[in-house]
């Protein structure tokens, strides 16, 4: 499998992994133990799937074309009609430009963090960092959006209500909601015949009979009066709850059953793509049908400096049929309305293509004063563009919203308040998105 890393070197495996360690030997326990499912409100059952482009996808080469602009502005993709008269893709967005009555794009998405670190922090999370950043540096200030989630919804049917696929994205914890709420991570390959999620099934040799009768046995034991209040937490008491959870897991069908890619028929398999990509948005919808509230698909290698247009006929097409078929996928199966589709990076790419220093082709450079973002499904009114960017592609210029306007919209979508008090780890108040107002045009 390729390494992809960015221009700051920083490679997928270098993100913290929270996977599903050995049930017995404490490793699954360990996890969940750092997870600790939150409350069992009420909530609207939606759910996010988000596809992270880490590296920063160019807005010109996916949905926000300047056919009209000079050559060293346009570059070397064509712009296409799409199916919504008047609007316009790249021509690597085909398979989506065809469904764009489905989705709708923002094209006014703005800040002002030209770094990895920054601009993934602050499209994750809603929240600027306090202090300068590095390029390279795994940013956590403030809780991701699948942190807040977690922290907010909770689980269903046994599973956890936070998974990150292949890897976690490097803000896309969970900071002072506690570790917890961090990705549950499910790093394997879903298109490899040897796919599987480690250890949730029971050891061998401790059958599901014998597992519940050790279960009860330490219920009964827990009869006896502990002492806990706020400052001391009883960690046996923590660690009877992570049990259960990891029991819950390895014991409920409906976390089975979500697991179980091949079960999924030939032509559903196919038609996602037999590529890690596509077997990995598979898999995000089967978790999404099995209660799932946030899953991000952790997607790198779009920091193009160089080589930007042989990537995406290869890569940006590749992403583009794995989007267009799960939102088509979601669709027939009822389920668009109640899954939000989030594509989108930390910020887009210089208009103007140029060949850096130490380069050999041309590329574009970082670039956070025009963004585009693919939105589709949760009640999202369909067939639209929201916002406008200069006719050079440099900066929005219509409809203007930051990264808090965009993670405020999501809460909605998902039943949460984005004005929402939370707490730090010393007791002081902050809010969970600092300016609460969505995104008007995608609310619906």
């Known amino acids: 499998m390729a390494r992809l890393q960015n221009c700051d070197g920083v490679l997928r495996r270098d993100c913290l992994k929270l996977g599903l360690g050995a049930f017995m030997g404490g490793g699954l326990v360990n996890a969940l133990r750092l997870r600790a499912v939150a409350g069992t409100a009420k909530t609207p059952p939606t759910s996010c799937i988000l596809f992270w482009l880490d590296g920063g996808p160019s807005h010109i080469e996916t949905f926000d074309p300047k056919p009209d602009a000079p050559a060293e502005i346009r570059g070397e993709c064509d712009a296409i009609q799409t199916n919504v008269p008047g609007t316009f893709f790249s021509e690597n967005m085909t398979r989506l430009a065809a469904i764009a009555d489905k989705l709708t794009i923002i094209r006014s998405v703005k800040h002002n963090q030209n770094n990895h670190g920054a601009g993934n922090h602050y499209m994750m999370t809603g929240s600027p960092t306090r202090i300068p950043v590095s390029c390279g540096a795994f940013v956590s200030f403030h809780p991701s959006m699948g942190s807040a989630v977690s922290s907010q919804r909770g689980a269903k049917n046994g599973l956890p209500p936070y998974f990150s696929l292949p890897s976690a994205t490097r803000s896309g914890g969970p900071n002072f909601l506690g570790a917890r709420h961090a990705p549950f991570v499910v790093g394997d390959d879903p298109n ?140 027939q199966r009822g389920l668009l309305d109640s899954t939000l589709v989030l594509v989108m990076g930390e910020f887009g790419r210089t208009p103007k293509i140029s060949t850096l220093s130490g380069q050999k082709s041309p590329g574009r450079d970082h670039w956070s004063s025009a963004i585009s973002i693919l939105v589709a499904g949760c009640k999202t009114p369909p067939g639209q563009i929201v916002g406008a960017t200069d006719r050079r592609g440099y900066s929005a210029i219509e409809n203007i919203y930051g990264p808090e306007n965009l993670v405020s919209s999501v809460y909605l979508k998902l039943g949460i308040d984005p004005d929402t008090i939370l707490y730090n780890r010393v007791g002081r108040p902050t809010h969970l998105v600092s300016d609460p107002r969505p995104i008007k045009e995608i609310m619906g």
């Open 192 to 331: 490899s015949k040897s796919f599987q999620v480690r250890d949730v099934t029971i050891p061998k040799g401790l059958a599901d009979a014998r597992a519940t009768r050790r279960r009860r046995i330490r219920d009964e034991l827990d009869t006896l009066l502990r002492f806990q209040d706020r400052a001391a937490a009883d960690p046996v008491l923590g660690a009877d709850e992570n049990y259960q959870q990891a029991l819950s897991l390895i014991t409920s069908a409906e976390a089975q059953r979500a697991f179980e890619i091949h079960r999924e028929s030939d032509s559903v398999r196919d038609a996602y793509g037999r590529n890690a990509l596509g077997q990995r948005a598979l898999l995000a919808r089967r978790l999404v049908e099995g209660g799932v509230p946030f899953v991000t698909i952790n997607n790198g290698g779009w920091d193009h400096h160089s080589n930007i247009f042989p990537a995406f006929k290869t890569k940006g097409r590749e992403l583009e049929a794995v989007v267009a078929t799960l939102i088509e996928d979601l669709d």
